[in-house]
């Protein structure tokens, strides 16, 4: 089909992580963890002294690499970066939201929740018509 995207098919792809510390070390403990040969991570840990930037520097990474499919993000943390999870529109990698101990989970804001409610709406279908 014209305009369609290809998916690449690797034997291997990472999922990269953008949370809490206990978010980050359940997903380490659970081996999703890497560490290449330049020392970069698949994971970025959010405390207190995470500042805005490193955490968009890091989703930009995390969606630019050709080794990850999908980037996991904790919700209130991709609240702080709203307008890139947003205007994300690739299908790889893709970007899921992930609730935190703290922090639960809003369905009001989760930007792939949205934008499947927006293809199954009447304004959606009404304009695939015309």
Known sequence: MAGR???PTNNSALIAIIAD???VTGFLMAGVGNVDL?????YLLVDN??????IEDAFKEFT???DIAIVLISQYIANMIRFLVDSY??????????PSKDHPYDPAHD???SRVKYLF???SVASERR
């Open 5 to 7: 995207t290809n998916i």
């Open 21 to 23: 510390e206990d978010t």
């Open 38 to 42: 330049r020392k970069k991570t698949n």
């Open 49 to 54: 002294k995470t500042t805005v930037k490193q």
């Open 64 to 66: 630019a690499r050709e």
């Open 89 to 98: 529109n690739k299908p790889v990698p893709a970007i899921l939201e992930i």
């Open 111 to 113: 930007s792939v929740l």
């Open 121 to 123: 709406s009447a304004d």
